[in-house]
């Protein structure tokens, strides 16, 4: 059973940059596509960020060019990278592992508790 667990969240100031992780344990993330999904409050769950097994990339449009995603599977460990962030940033952010590359959560089998990213104007 992979087991899946965010760092990082936190208050920032608007412009600032935040570094997120999603440490794996149970399997390794070398066999899964990861993605970075957020929540803000009152909001359907949407679709961020995920990595391909082979390292390909795919981006939401609302954070392409200043957020990167990026996986270390020796260390069984994805990044967020997100710089430029802005208020509507705002919301909990959640990795998740799926079996192909994926932008929707249905897609997805294993999720994270999540990890809450204020950015304050």
């Known amino acids: 059973q992979l087991q899946l667990v965010e760092f990082g969240g936190g208050l920032v100031q608007a412009g600032g940059s935040l570094g997120l992780s999603c440490a794996a344990t149970?399997?390794?993330?070398?066999?899964?596509?990861m993605g970075w999904f957020r929540q803000a409050p009152g909001k359907e769950r949407e679709f961020v960020a995920a990595?391909?097994?082979?390292?390909?990339?795919t981006y939401a449009d609302s954070v392409k060019g200043r957020f990167t995603i990026s996986r270390d599977n020796t260390k069984n460990t994805v990044y967020l990278q997100m710089n430029s962030l802005k208020p509507e940033d705002t919301a909990v952010y959640s990795c998740?592992?799926?079996?192909?590359?994926?932008?929707?959560?249905?897609?997805?089998?294993?999720w994270g508790q999540g990890t809450q990213v204020t950015v304050s104007s």
């Open positions: 998740a592992a799926a079996r192909a590359l994926a932008t929707k959560p249905g897609s997805y089998d294993y």
């Open positions: 149970g399997r390794t993330v070398s066999s899964y596509a």
């Open positions: 990595i391909g097994r082979s390292g390909s990339k």
